[in-house]
């Protein structure tokens, strides 16, 4: 149990492109979504926290109109990197908590690049 | 400010031998702690994780954790490393109340030699 999936697992795009990931929780229903991003060798940076039904919270730093959030089910959150930049070519990944309170199961990542 | 710390950047063991991933932790109040593991290209997969109550966790692929107050340490065990185990491990806390956002530390790299 608590299993969350991402789509794509790898996505190549062109400057300038938008991209979407989708995180889904498959065997729960997931009340809280967060999203990070990891670079080479280093740990995880918490983006955003997103709630079913509502905005999503951004941490100091992230540009919520690049990197926008959709929790629109229980199961589905997604974040859509817009006019992407080389500089966003990145890991993220995401996590979601519903079954087991204060435990964050996390997804298999998506691997950007971004040319 | 609340962190979470891991002193090993990299651990080198041999298959078979002990192993010891060290974990501290800096909260104002006990928090609740976890150890994930993450494969090369993957996302993190728990290992186990600490509430409250028996300050030995066991946890899933043989690890085991326990929890010190007193040194405000939370490290990793396994008593025999398979060469399986070789990957990138975090220790990561919440604060009770958090809002449950993790605070992760640096990592550790594990290398097993067979």
């Known amino acids: 149990g608590a299993v969350v999936s991402q789509h794509p697992s790898r996505v190549i795009c062109k400057s300038g492109t938008s991209v979407k990931i989708e995180c889904r929780s498959l065997?729960?229903?997931?009340?809280?979504m967060f999203w990070y991003r990891q670079f080479p060798k280093q740990s995880l940076m918490l983006m955003a926290t997103s709630n079913e039904g509502s905005k999503a919270t951004y941490e100091q730093g992230v540009e919520k109109d690049k990197f926008l959030i959709n929790h629109a089910s229980l199961t589905l959150s997604t974040l859509t990197v817009t006019s992407a930049h080389p500089e966003d070519s990145s890991f993220y990944i995401c996590s979601a908590i519903g079954r087991t309170p204060d435990t964050q199961y996390f997804g298999p990542g998506t691997r950007l690049t971004v040319l | 400010a609340q962190s979470v710390t891991q002193p090993d950047i990299h651990i080198t063991v041999s298959e078979g031998a002990s192993l010891e991933l060290r974990c501290n932790y800096s909260?104002?109040?006990?928090?609740?702690l976890f150890w994930y593991v993450q494969s090369p290209g993957q996302g993190l997969q728990l290992l186990l994780k600490y509430f409250s109550g028996d300050t030995l966790v066991q946890g899933i692929k043989g690890f085991e954790a326990e929890f010190k107050r007193s040194q405000s340490s939370f490290n990793l065990r396994k008593p025999s490393v398979h060469w399986s185990d070789a990957a990138e491990y975090f220790c990561?806390?919440?604060?009770?109340?958090?809002?449950?956002?993790?605070?992760f530390g640096t990592g550790t790299q594990l290398k097993v030699e067979l």
């Open positions: 909260y104002g109040a006990t928090p609740y």
């Open positions: 990561a806390g919440v604060a009770p109340g958090g809002g449950n956002k993790l605070t």
């Open positions: 065997d729960f229903q997931a009340t809280t």
